[in-house]
């Protein structure tokens, strides 16, 4: 994942925020070690009543990062610094909480939702709160069909390019030309269950 797309997710969380305001952060290596660090400081004080705070689980082998507040403004959280790998984290953590609540209100009201899946339910979390629907959606299928790996052709010293031999390029799966259009071909079932009639890359 680029630093532009996480400080895309970034943004997304920050809309949902008024400028200024903080959350506090607890990682645990349980989610219940998070939750009950939470809990602790919520007695003695330390997180304010009506104050966000999330519990994360750190599934990591590194150390524990600290759990601390961080202030959202401007485009990145700002002291304490938050990481790339925190970030991922903190936004697939909003992203769940979304799902979760768009399938709850889904179910609460009758509907079958036995057809749909997480990006469904993430998608209309988007259509209810995104700020800039179009191109949010952009980029939930550019992050669920991310650019494929690929092996260019080497140029050698006469000036001609010699083309990968290794066994994924012999099959086609890592070539230029084979591994563009079978990202095309995903993309555009991708959209074609997801979005249909959006015409988002038209």
Not at 10 to 31: D, H, M, N, Q, Y
Not at 77 to 104: M, Q, T, W, Y
Not at 120 to 131: H, K, Q, T, V
């Amino acid at each position: 994942m680029t630093i532009t797309s996480l400080s895309r997710r970034l943004e997304k969380v920050e809309a949902k925020r008024p400028p200024g305001t903080s959350i506090f952060i607890a990682w645990g290596r349980t989610l219940e070690a998070a939750e009950g660090e939470i809990a602790l400081r919520q007695r003695a004080g330390m997180i304010r009543q009506g104050e966000s705070a999330v519990a994360l689980l750190w599934p990591d082998p590194e150390p524990l990062p600290a759990s601390r507040r961080v202030l959202f403004n401007g485009g990145r959280g700002r002291e304490p610094k938050i990481s790339d790998r925190e970030l991922a984290l903190l936004a697939a953590a909003f992203r769940a909480e979304a799902v979760d609540r768009e399938r709850a209100t889904a179910i609460k009201a009758g509907e079958n939702v036995s057809g749909l899946d997480e990006t469904d339910f993430y998608i209309r979390s988007l259509r209810r709160e995104s700020r800039n629907l179009d191109q949010d959606l952009r980029f939930l299928c550019r992050e669920e069909n991310p650019e494929p790996e690929i092996h260019w052709p080497e140029r050698q010293s006469n000036g001609l390019h010699r083309p990968c031999a290794c066994p994924t390029c012999l099959s086609d799966k890592t070539t230029p030309m084979g591994a563009h259009k079978a990202h095309a071909t995903r993309q555009a079932a991708w959209l074609a269950r997801y979005l249909p009639g959006e015409g988002l890359f038209v």
